[in-house]
């Protein structure tokens, strides 16, 4: 047993959420290569987030058992197959294939990376290792994006993928000398037991806070960079990328949770106040300023984190069983949520204008505060008895 996660585990935590957010500071850019509308160039977000949301359901039924070094050798292969395919046919219609098959990849490669940071490690060092693992996940969305900004304007657009799909390789070596582990982490989900845990209100609120929070934060993340273009058309992909600078944020707020759940009690406090955050950080971004947008993106993210993590934990110690369930449907309205949003919001903009998706979004937001009422509610005693 480790004491902390192999390094190999957490250079793959790392470059997942780095390649799920590649194309965003490069979407404006790449409208105009592939000579096409706004709304179209984001779907090549849509692409990959939905299978993110529904294949860690089908893949319970698919892989389960399947070895976790199995899984991760298999997985990193395609994800670099796929980035090589975008970089090698620069098209949109190739790009958007890729980015399907990302989607169908990434849920494999995240759920048995994060199976062998937990079950390879000592039970006393699992906490620690999973910070690690969520820190891996945090920086990389950053690197993922600033990456793809300065490699863009160093070389061209379709080089960022060819990198990526190098760093990929790059972990093919040190997977191949992990120890085989046993199954790869997935569960099937059991409709019967899903609906009673939806039917409860405190569950049935939190996923539909999630959907909603993650609907607007990969609305807010792909379309901004399309208004600071139109703001200023001179505005660098590499500015592009150090927009999301906020996104680091997440690390202060991972980290810091227990302290904050210790001092703000009943943890629906932290929930409403990360509300806030979102909302002040959504509409300040009426301001057409670049640097008055990275300053909100802190407030923005911070929000989206602090509201992320707390209803992850307050979920799973809701319940004394059934946490793979819990799990796998908060990720399904988690995922499918952003996929929406990445598509819904871009017709907005591309019909409207960026003032209209600002306040469907703050809409929403003010809508999760109604919920909050539901969310306070422990689930009764004959309801959480295992069925």
């Known amino acids: 047993m480790y004491t902390r996660p192999p390094l190999v585990i957490l250079y793959l935590a790392l470059l997942a959420p780095a390649a799920l957010h590649l194309p965003q ?115 990389g969305g950053f690197f993922g994006r600033m990456m793809a900004g300065w490699v863009s304007e160093s070389f061209d657009l379709v080089s960022p993928p060819l990198v990526m799909a190098f760093l990929y390789l790059c972990a093919i070596p040190a997977l191949h000398k ?41 609305a807010v993340t792909t379309l901004l960079p399309f208004e600071m273009r139109r703001i200023d058309p001179l505005v660098t992909n590499i500015e592009l990328g150090l927009l999301y600078l906020g996104y680091l944020v997440g690390l202060i707020v991972s980290l810091n949770i227990r302290r904050l759940k210790a001092r703000f009690k009943p943890e629906t406090r932290l929930v409403i106040s990360g509300l806030l955050m979102y909302i002040i950080g959504t509409v300040t971004l009426l301001k057409d300023d670049y640097l008055y947008a990275v300053g909100s993106l802190f407030f923005f993210c911070g929000g989206m984190f602090l509201v992320h993590t707390t209803l992850t934990g307050l979920l799973n110690r809701s319940l004394d069983h059934h946490h793979g369930v819990i799990n796998g449907l908060y990720l ?56």
């Open 332 to 387: 399904a309205f988690y995922y499918t949520g952003g996929a929406l949003g990445s598509h819904i919001p871009s017709r907005v903009y591309a019909n409207s204008d960026w003032e209209s998706v600002i306040f469907l979004c703050s809409g929403l937001i003010i809508f999760t505060l109604f919920l909050i009422h539901e969310l306070k509610q422990e689930p009764a005693l004959e309801d959480s008895k295992e069925k």
């Open 25 to 139: 500071p490069l979407l404006p850019s790449l409208t105009d290569l592939f000579e096409i509308e706004s709304a179209d160039t984001a779907l090549l977000m849509t692409a990959t987030l939905l299978p993110l949301g529904l294949m860690p359901i089908a893949y319970g039924y698919l892989l389960e058992g399947v070895s976790t070094r199995t899984m991760l050798y298999v997985s990193a292969i395609g994800i670099a197959i796929t980035q090589l395919w975008m970089w090698a046919m620069p098209d949109y219609s190739n790009w958007f294939a890729a980015r399907v098959a990302l989607g169908l990849l990434l849920p494999a490669l995240m759920t048995a990376a994060m199976t062998y940071a937990s079950a390879t490690v000592e039970k006393s060092a699992r906490p620690h290792a999973m910070g690690l693992y969520i820190a891996g996940t945090i920086i």
């Open 178 to 218: 992990l120890p085989r582990e046993a199954g790869a982490g997935f569960a099937r989900i059991r409709w019967s037991i899903a609906k009673d845990i939806f039917a409860l209100p405190r569950f049935r609120a939190a996923y539909t806070t999630t959907f909603i929070v993650f609907f607007i934060f990969t």
